[in-house]
Structure formats: C-alpha cells, structure tokens
C-alpha cells in the first residue's frame, strides 16, 4: 500500500524536539492518542490507516502489537524529558482497538500511567465495534482504567450498513450499550453517518431513533465522504452509487440536530452532541483547542508546541524502526505563529463556546456574517448559529480572507 503521508521535513532519528517545544508541554491538556491499525474487513467508505490480516504481509502480527506500542510510549517519555506532565487524556482508534484482547489494551494504557503518569480523572476512551466486544471484555476494559467507549453503530438500518460494508448486526448496539454501562464505563458514546447513498430521511430517523433509545451520553455524526481511492469512491465512479447530495446532507444534519436537541443532547462541535458538560469527549476537545497530544501507532499524527509529525505507515516499517532503537517518525513541520493562528480559527470556530475575536486579523467581515445569519451578533466571541453550521467552512473562509 503506498504511502499518502505528507512529505515534510527530515525527523530526527531519536525523535527529539526544540526546547520551544517541550517548554509548551508543561501549560494546558496533554493527551496521547493511540491507533491500532487492525480489521476484520475494510469498510468501502474508510480511507484511514487499517489493514485486515490479508493486507498485513509477513513480519507483523497483531500479537506483538502492544508491545511495540509500549515501545514508542518509553520513547516518548526519554523526548519528553523529566518534565512533570501528567497526561489529561488517552484515546485508542483505529482500526477497531477492541480486535486486541483487553489485556493488551490494559498494558498500553498501564505504561502511559507508568512512564508519564495519568492525571487525577483522566479520560479514557477506547472506539469498539459492536460484534468485536462483550461484557467480559468491557469489564476487563474498565477494570484496566478505562472510563470511556465510543462503539460504531453508523447505522440502524442493514441495508444501509450493506452499503457501507458495515458488518455488524444492529441489534447488537443496544447490548453492547447495556454491557457497557453494567461494566461500569462512565460515559458511552455512538458514532453515527448519515447521507448513505441510498438513504432515505426515514430510514435516518430510524438511526436516530435506536441511537436515542440506547440513552448515550454523547453523539457523533458525521456526512459520508467519497474519499479518492476507496471501494465506495470506485462505486460511485463506476456509476452503481450516486454521489451524495448536499441538500440532502444538510436536511439530514438539521434533522439529527433537532432530535439530539429535543433528547437533551446539546452541540458542543458541529459534529458531536453530549448530554452535558461531562459527557464532552476531552481528548477530541484538546485537537480542537491546539493542545499537544502524541500519537503512538503506524500513521499517527503527534502535536507538541507548535512541531507536528507523522509517523510510517505500515505496521511493518514501524515496527522495524522501534526494534532498531530509533523513532518510527516519517516526517514533521515546525508551525509559525501564522499557521497556529489560522488553524485556530479553522477549528475554534466549530465549537459551540466559538473563536475569541481577538484571534482575528481583521474583524471587518463580522457584521456580514451575522446579517446573514451565519453567527450570533456578539462582540467578543465568533459562535455559529444553525445556519452557520451548515456553512462553517464558509464562514472560516470569510474571516480568513
């Protein structure tokens, strides 16, 4: 599989970082973010870094996974110095993490606690699919010191899940919703999709419906992509899916926004709803924000004051470069002051507490934007309003110039 990473700049062979760097570790959220790469089957929609067993190759295997993820958390530590930096937040995606025994999953999270230390109440979120756990394994999870799961149930409807090459049963999502919170999990999230090719506004209430009846404390939803070189994009070029619509997209948001809304879910990013200030997904947040996270895995993206890099993509090619003592990291980019600003204002704006003004060059595009109704007529903040959300890539446009 050839590689899609960024070219960048050379990365140091031992991972190290400008002392710049390091000194913003020590101000605001610091999480880890940890892929693993692993399906069962390939989704058509997905294009992130996955691989099943038959696209792995030789000299890799899943069941030495955690052990060279444990390997890049000690390089982490010896990079990051002896900087007291307790770790806010810990995320594990993929993939599907869950493909791992919770044992595995255990002693990932056990040597970020014991080389950075985990902060008092740190969140803790493992994605699942809904086939690949059980309350066993959930309880084994939560026993480890995870506090949160987030299960892909996209759909409700197998004839949309068909689309999707979506192999689980969605009769399975309420049960693993129900062993989750008898396992203790304190927050349990969904992700849904919406605007299938194919779906109809009926059978996306019908998603909603069984979404709202599990009584999540959070909810994602997210439009379908076409993205370039997946099976979905090959069927939709080759004529057998229509491309989705955007006026369908958008009565689809707005319909998911008013249930979630009436159910007592609020919007706190354009894509995510949660019952309340608690139930927010704190790692997502801190991307959001501009805080620093590592990423540990083949492909993971790290942030760390203003230096971004990307790891190799293979599980192959990462593995050997953690055997060889050396860090699996392909490339990375320094970020001026500029960049920092103008990503600020392209994920502030999305979030529901919105953009302090004063990041803004030039605020002369405001008052446009609030006759139209794209955002609140505020004087301190730039906060979306429904219509905003809609068009939110608009609006950054707008204020960006």
């Known amino acids: 599989m050839p590689s899609a990473l960024p070219e960048g700049d050379p990365a140091p062979p031992d991972g190290s970082l400008p002392e710049p760097a390091l000194a ?11 892929h693993v790469p692993f399906c069962t089957v390939r989704c058509g929609y997905c294009d992130f870094n996955t691989y099943t067993a038959q696209e792995l190759g030789p000299g890799v295997s899943q069941a030495t996974y955690a052990d060279q993820a444990v390997a890049e958390v000690r390089l982490a530590r010896r990079v990051l110095g002896e900087r007291e930096r307790p770790v806010d937040t810990v995320f594990l995606g993929g993939g599907t993490p869950t493909l791992l025994p919770a044992a595995d999953l255990g002693r990932v ?36 010191g995870y506090t949160r799961v987030s299960f892909g149930m996209q759909s409700a409807v197998p004839s949309v899940l068909a689309v999707l090459d979506r192999t689980h049963d969605p009769e399975r999502v309420p049960l693993v919703v129900e062993a989750a919170r008898a396992a203790g999990f304190e927050q349990v999230s969904l992700d849904l999709i919406y605007g299938t090719p194919g779906e109809s506004a009926e059978q996306w209430e019908t998603t909603l419906d069984a979404a709202l009846a599990c009584a999540p404390d959070h909810v994602s939803a997210y439009s379908l992509i076409v993205e370039d070189g997946t099976a979905l994009a090959r069927r939709v070029r080759r004529g057998e899916l229509p491309m989705p619509d955007e006026d369908d997209l958008a009565d689809k948001y707005v319909q998911a926004d008013e249930r979630l809304r009436a159910a007592g879910l609020g919007w706190y990013e354009v894509s995510n709803w949660a019952r309340d200030d608690a139930a927010r997904c704190r790692h997502n947040l801190g991307y959001w924000t501009g805080a620093g996270w590592w990423g540990i895995g083949p492909g993971a993206h790290s942030h760390v004051g203003g230096v971004r890099w990307w790891n190799v993509k293979h599980p192959a090619a990462y593995a050997g470069r953690l055997a060889a003592g050396q860090s699996p990291a392909h490339a990375r980019e320094l970020l001026d002051a500029e960049t920092r600003r103008v990503e600020r204002v392209l994920l502030e704006v999305r979030l529901r507490s919105g953009l302090d003004v004063r990041v803004l060059d030039d605020t002369a595009a405001l008052p446009g934007l609030v006759a139209d109704g794209l955002v609140e007529d505020r004087a301190d903040r730039v906060v979306l309003t429904p219509r905003g959300r809609l068009l939110a890539d608009g609006v950054v446009r707008t204020l960006l110039g």
């Open 24 to 34: 913003e570790v020590e101000h605001g959220p610091f999480g880890f973010y940890v």
């Open 109 to 144: 999270l056990r040597a970020i606690d014991d080389e950075l230390g985990l902060a008092p109440g740190a969140e803790v979120t493992t994605e699942a699919n809904p086939d690949s756990v059980d309350l066993a394994y959930l309880g084994a999870l939560r026993e480890a």
